[in-house]
Structure formats: C-alpha cells, structure tokens
T-cell receptor, first 117, second 112 residues
Framework: AQTVTQSQPEMSVQEAETVTLSCTYDTSESDYYLFWYKQPPSRQMILVIRQEAYKQQNATENRFSVNFQKAAKSFSLKISDSQLGDAAMYFC??????????????FGKGTKLSVKP | DAEITQSPRHKITETGRQVTLACHQT?????MFWYRQDLGHGLRLIHY???????NKGEVSDGYSVSRSNTEDLPLTLESAASSQTSVYFCASRLGNTGELFFGEGSRLTVL
C-alpha cells in the first residue's frame, strides 16, 4: 500500500524568507500524481501545486515550487518570499495513476507552518 | 458558480444517536469522497463513490455508511454515533480519476 510521510509536524519561517516542507512517499507504481494542499485556519482545503510523475520538470505556481525526486520518492515544497497568509497546515498527497490506489488521494499527516512578522 | 457544500457545519450529538452529514456538489462530478480529519492523523478516507449507486469502503469505514442516489449528493450516516467519531468531516469531489479534488468547507461533529 502507498504511504505518505511528512516528517516535520511544525515549521516556522520569517516573513519574506524561504522555507521548504518535506514529503516522502512509498509506492511501487511508476505513474502517479503528487499534490500539496494548504489548510488555513478557515479549514478550507486549497490546492497549492500538482506534479505528474512522468514529468521531469518541477512544477511551479508563483512563489510555490516543488523539488520532485522520483528515484528518492521525495516531493518537497518550497515557499519563497513567505507571507503572513502562508501560515497554515500543509498536506502532501499521493494519487495513483490511471485510477491506481483506487483513485483515492492518500494524505500525509501534515506540517503546520507559522510565519513570523 | 459550481460548488460543493456541506451541512451542517457544526453539530453536537449524543452517543448512540444517528447522524447524517449532507454533501452536495453542482459540478456534476462522478467521484465523491468523505474524509475525516483528526490531529496527528491527517485526512483519512471513510467512503467513496465513483457514480450513482456505487459506494466503496475506505480506510476507516466502520460505523459509517453512504448512499449515492444521484450525481450531486453523497450523504454520510453515522448509524450509532460514538465519541471516537468526534472529528472534522470533509466531503470532496472530482471529475475523473486524476483531476483536482475539490473540498467542501468541513463539518465539525462532536459526540458527547
């Protein structure tokens, strides 16, 4: 079975600086998708970024980028120029390709990010 | 705008009572999911459905049931609520098997 591990329960960053959140996963599949979701205090789950495993290029969305290392099964999220609004719980998630893992997202336990002014 | 809504947003109930959490989406998505979120566990899958009349058990399905009589709705029922089911529940939907998952705003359930 696939698993997702986020080894940092909590992280802190100074406003305007850069922070990297770690995520590793375990799978025997070759085709899959990886996601980072943000959950602010409002509880709403917001998709931050998505990566297809068959793409070698790392995904980016404005200040958010990933470092996808397929061989190492690592998928870290880098937040540049951190803002107060980035404070949230961040979840890494795995989805098997072509409906693998029964087409269901498997989530890590989350990393709580604090941003200091 | 299309959306996914959950109700109630907050509910307090007593042990042994039946509780139903509603989930309604207007995207016409085939796939719908129920997760629960607990501190230290992240989100865990309870039940999911890939279409009308299709329902499947997830990782933590004991004590829960769902039904899918139409595309828009996937209600989650706790047949006999237990204190261990105190949690925040999220409904989500997705068009296909690999698209973005859209979440509702969550329902906080407290079982006393």
């Amino acid at each position: 079975a696939q698993t997702v591990t986020q080894s940092q329960p909590e992280m802190s960053v100074q406003e305007a600086e850069t922070v990297t959140l770690s995520c590793t996963y375990d799978t025997s599949e070759s085709d899959y998708y990886l996601f980072w979701y943000k959950q602010p205090p409002s509880r709403q789950m917001i998709l931050v970024i998505r990566q297809e495993a068959y793409k070698q290029q790392n995904a980016t969305e404005n200040r958010f980028s990933v470092n996808f290392q397929k061989a190492a099964k690592s998928f870290s999220l880098k937040i540049s120029d951190s803002q107060l609004g980035d404070a949230a719980m961040y979840f890494c998630a795995y989805l098997g390709g072509y409906g693998g893992s029964q087409g269901n997202l498997i989530f890590g336990k989350g990393t709580k990010l604090s941003v200091k002014p | 705008d299309a959306e996914i809504t959950q109700s109630p947003r907050h509910k307090i109930t007593e042990t042994g009572r039946q509780v139903t959490l509603a989930c309604h989406q207007t995207w016409n998505h085939n796939n719908m999911f129920w997760y629960r979120q607990d501190l230290g566990h992240g989100l865990r899958l309870i039940h999911y459905s890939y279409g009308v009349q299709d329902t499947n058990k997830g990782e933590v399905s004991d004590g829960y049931s769902v039904s899918r009589s139409n595309t828009e709705d996937l209600p989650l029922t706790l047949e006999s609520a237990a204190s261990s089911q105190t949690s925040v529940y999220f409904c989500a939907s997705r068009l296909g098997n690999t698209g973005e998952l859209f979440f509702g705003e969550g329902s906080r359930l407290t079982v006393l």
